[in-house]
């Protein structure tokens, strides 16, 4: 049987962890973990699912007599474990970016979950909203209950809507971690920046890309491999990349974006366009009009038969 000389590489583990902490400002006895656990976000909002739709995503042994039983036990649960996630997320921030005392921490914390549970109902009837419109926007879709169970689109909404709210809460290291989970189980890449209305459905899913700043409407519909991306990015008088700026696109209501397209910039695609498949964009599309490929002009009337 081999023999390995495991010592000496836990000592120099030990040294790069500490050369780490030193170049981060971490200290050197912290108070138990120092920033939020992917598990811990990773179990609560997979209770906060079932909380919102208990007969469909929650137990399988669930009943309709125990239902608001179920809800409130699995809220009380995930929301008492965001609270504590938001407390080390908090702390963390505040020994890099700010200096705040443990009970303002306690407060904030305590107010961001607070106004993420107050905020589920709104979010509940987003969902609503997102299922009927896939069910509504895909004649495979037998069923809202398939779409709900089945749709990779419906479930990255289900963990965007509740990153959204996290990240407006002051919170954006829980949010990133959620919309992660959700990237990694769908391939469905939405930064939980992103403003997104009611009544959106990602048809298939695979490959999309909504950047941070993004700007959704109302019933709007994209296909897979779509990137609402930026187009460059500007940086300050030391070379550091200027992060918050808005840079990605603004999509107005009614607008469809076919498979593989790229808009990139702050530009505008106005209300009612379309935009087809593997089109690349930089500039604003007026209200109402159908973008093909270059190598593709047809009429507004052939336009909208191809696509």
């Known amino acids: 049987?081999?023999?390995?000389?495991?010592?000496?590489?836990?000592?120099?583990l030990h040294a790069i962890r500490q050369d780490w902490r030193d170049s981060q400002r971490r200290p050197r006895e912290p108070d138990g973990r120092e920033f939020p656990s992917r598990e811990a976000v990773a179990q609560a909002m997979n209770d906060l699912k079932g909380a919102l739709f208990p007969m469909r995503l929650g137990p399988?042994?669930?009943?309709?007599?125990?239902?608001?039983?179920y809800v409130g036990y699995t809220l009380e649960s995930a929301l008492?474990?965001?609270?504590?996630?938001?407390?080390?997320?908090?702390?963390?921030?505040?020994?890099?970016?700010?200096?705040?005392?443990?009970?303002?921490?306690?407060?904030?914390?305590?107010?961001?979950?607070?106004?993420?549970?107050?905020?589920?109902?709104?979010?509940?009837s987003l969902l609503d909203s997102d299922a009927l419109a896939a069910y509504h926007g895909d004649p495979a879709a037998r069923t809202v209950d398939e779409v709900l169970?089945?749709?990779?689109?419906?479930?990255?909404?289900?963990?965007?809507?509740?990153?959204?709210?996290l990240y407006r809460q002051g919170l954006p290291l829980l949010a990133r971690v959620a919309s992660e989970l959700a990237h990694g189980?769908?391939?469905?890449?939405?930064?939980?920046?992103?403003?997104?209305g009611a009544s959106f459905f990602i048809d298939h899913?695979?490959?999309?890309?909504?950047?941070?700043t993004t700007i959704i409407g109302e019933r709007v519909r994209i296909y897979q491999a779509v990137t609402l991306g930026a187009k460059r990015f500007p940086t300050d008088e030391n070379g550091s990349l200027q992060?918050?700026?808005?840079?990605?696109?603004?999509?107005?209501?009614?607008?469809?974006?076919?498979?593989?397209?790229?808009?990139l910039g702050r530009v505008t695609l106005g209300k009612?366009?379309?935009?087809?498949?593997?089109?690349?964009?930089?500039?604003?599309?007026?209200?109402?009009s159908y973008v093909t490929q270059a190598d593709c002009t047809p009429s507004r009337q052939d336009a909208a038969a191809r696509l």
């Open 1 to 12: 049987m081999a023999v390995f000389d495991i010592d000496p590489i836990v000592k120099s």
């Open 60 to 69: 399988t042994d669930l009943r309709h007599e125990s239902e608001d039983y």
């Open 80 to 124: 008492h474990s965001l609270l504590n996630q938001a407390r080390l997320e908090l702390r963390y921030l505040a020994r890099h970016d700010e200096d705040i005392g443990d009970f303002a921490i306690q407060t904030r914390a305590s107010e961001a979950i607070r106004n993420l549970a107050t905020s589920l109902p709104r979010i509940r």
């Open 149 to 165: 169970l089945c749709y990779p689109g419906m479930e990255a909404m289900i963990y965007h809507r509740i990153a959204h709210q």
């Open 185 to 196: 189980q769908t391939g469905i890449d939405i930064h939980p920046g992103a403003q997104i």
């Open 205 to 212: 899913g695979t490959g999309v890309v909504i950047g941070e």
């Open 243 to 263: 992060k918050g700026l808005p840079r990605h696109p603004i999509v107005e209501d009614d607008v469809v974006i076919y498979a593989g397209a790229t808009i």
């Open 272 to 288: 009612g366009c379309v935009i087809g498949g593997n089109v690349w964009l930089t500039q604003d599309v007026p209200a109402g």
